[in-house]
């Protein structure tokens, strides 16, 4: 992967972002002390060239454990379709749905989250879920009403996302009788431990022997749609006709009631032509992800990052994505930070959908501070041209 940087143009001030550090969160803001006595190392744009070089997997290992990853989900998925003629006959393969496919992984590709497309006997309609921004219920409007996980509720049918997690969960239980282990090579193989945890489908494979390699696997079912097939009363984001998915969850809400027939809509291709092309976009994005992880700021999953970014090609679609990746980093903490202020992460397929619904109050006024504090003091950097290796540990870890 190549990387652009320029010190000149990292070091350079930008009025469309570089006037918003003093303002309505007082409160929050933390005092730091003058460090510009710092040892020099480097420039700030040479500083943000070796972050993202130190984040990144090293290419051959980046080779390595993503045709391991490709062996072991291809032969997951086979042995289920072997000792499951049900499954087998409505299994329409499976896709990424994290950032590999959109290019912004940092560290080891490691983690993998992967869509389970089913292929169902039924003719289903997706409708919104009133009062629920971002989910929909399956109604079904022909087709086979005796499959098992069709249910009837107040005179209509609908898909059940809990009778659909049973099946799957003793399917691939069953499956993993037949499935200790994969072997990847003559002398390499890796042992095999699945769990289900909500309507997701987790396997760990950790290798046997040699550098001991652990890769986890997030199943989930979809149930894909043509473009055409979009929930009435939502606007459409730009998808060149693409396919998007249901995928089943419970509501985010804290303290909802429990309802078997949510799913929430999922376009990853979709997020993916937006995200093409903006290759600074995508590098400072992956800043993004290693400062929240640096910086103890979990409760800020990759897709919330990813969906900050989402929401701001909705507002600018022509920004200038072609800024070097350090200024682009500083553009989008003053975004991060608003969001933190106002509670509140704009889910990209349905505005009204708040990623950070279940964000503790206490995480999220940690992360407001932690924001400040290092957005307050890459601007002085910045302007000062400079980067020391504490820096780098501090903002992203490495």
Known sequence: MSYYYASSSDSSSDSSYGDDSSSDDDFYSDTVSSDESSIEEMSFGEGIQVALENISCPPNELIVMTRD????????????????????????????????????????????????????????????????????????????????????????????????????????????????????????????????????????????????????????????????????????????????????????????????????????????LALQNKVNLKNSLRLMKAFCQANEMDGLGSYMLKSIYLDKINEKPQSNWTLSPGNLLIQMMFKLKHCLLNNKIRFYLDPLHNCLDQLEESDRRQYLRNTNRCLSKLLRRRKADYLTDDDLDEFFGV
């Open 69 to 272: 990853a490709q062996i072991i989900e291809n032969t997951i998925m086979k042995t289920v379709c072997d000792y499951n003629p049900d499954f087998k006959k409505e299994y329409g393969g499976f896709g990424s749905a994290d950032s590999f496919l959109d290019g912004i992984r940092i560290w080891l590709p490691d983690e993998h989250d992967l869509n389970i497309e089913l292929r169902l006997p039924l003719y289903l309609q997706p409708v919104c879920a009133n009062g629920y921004p971002g989910f929909v219920f399956l109604h079904v409007i022909g087709g086979d009403y005796k499959h098992r996980c069709v249910e009837k509720y107040l005179g209509n049918y609908y898909f059940n996302r809990s009778k659909l997690r049973n099946w799957l969960t003793d399917c691939l239980f069953r499956a993993m009788h037949h499935l200790a282990s994969v072997r990847v090579s003559q002398r390499r193989s890796y042992s095999l431990q699945y769990m289900h945890r909500g309507d997701a489908h987790n396997f760990k494979a950790i290798e046997t022997s040699g550098k001991r390699r652990v890769i986890s696997f997030n199943f989930v079912p979809s149930i894909k749609f043509a473009a055409n097939q979009w929930p009435r009363g939502l606007d459409k984001v730009p998808n060149k006709n693409r396919d998007w998915c249901a995928v089943p969850r419970n509501y985010n809400k804290a303290h909802c009631q429990n309802d078997s027939r949510s799913f929430i809509i999922s376009a990853p291709d979709w997020e993916y």
